[in-house]
């Protein structure tokens, strides 16, 4: 297997180990738990199980992660087109599907969540893609404002909203 690489300034943006998904895991749940004060008591349960259901499939998905110093910065999955991203509860996009993107609150503001997102759209390219999407919710203001910079557009068509959940709301990325 090849592993893929990019170095950005102290940044190195690359495909994640076996031995490392544990952390990947750790380190997304100890990010993703900051919506349990945010989010009300369904909506966050419902988000707790989506997200370790994403950590441990053995779906094909590209695990990317960023590392700053050494140590690991910051982690997203880039699933393929047609796979089942969202277990069930989203019907299969027809683009590759970012998903889970995470960064250190030790690392926030250095551009590691861009370079991650980057990537991603990098590769969605490298294979043909013409789009890439994602999901995300009103609770994720500070990853949104990431996606709309970066030119995603609001995509309602693939909205969905789990009982008892926040409506998650589709983007699209016009590659």
């Excluded at 779906?59 to 960023?66: E, G, I, L, P």
């Excluded at 969605?124 to 609770?139: F, I, K, N, P, Q």
């Amino acid at each position: 297997m090849t592993t893929e690489m990019t170095t950005h300034g102290d940044v190195v943006v690359r495909d994640a180990r076996a031995d490392e998904r544990d952390a990947i895991a750790e380190l997304t749940l100890r990010v993703y738990g900051e919506y349990a004060t945010i989010m009300a008591p369904a909506a966050w349960a419902g988000l707790e199980q989506a997200v370790r259901a994403a950590l441990a499939t053995t779906q094909s998905a590209d695990r990317v992660v960023a590392e700053r110093g050494g140590r690991l910065a910051g982690s997203v999955m880039l699933f393929p087109p047609t796979s089942d991203a969202y277990g069930g509860l989203a019907a299969p996009s027809t683009f590759p599907e970012l998903r889970l993107l995470v960064v250190d609150s030790s690392h926030r503001g250095a551009g590691v969540g861009r370079l991650l997102v980057e990537e991603c759209i990098r590769r969605a390219r490298s294979r043909g893609s013409a789009m890439l999407s994602l999901h995300t919710s009103a609770s994720m203001r500070i990853a949104r404002d990431l996606y709309v910079r970066m030119g995603f557009r609001r995509a309602p068509a693939y909205d969905f909203q789990p009982d008892g959940a926040e409506l998650v709301e589709g983007y699209l990325l016009e590659l």
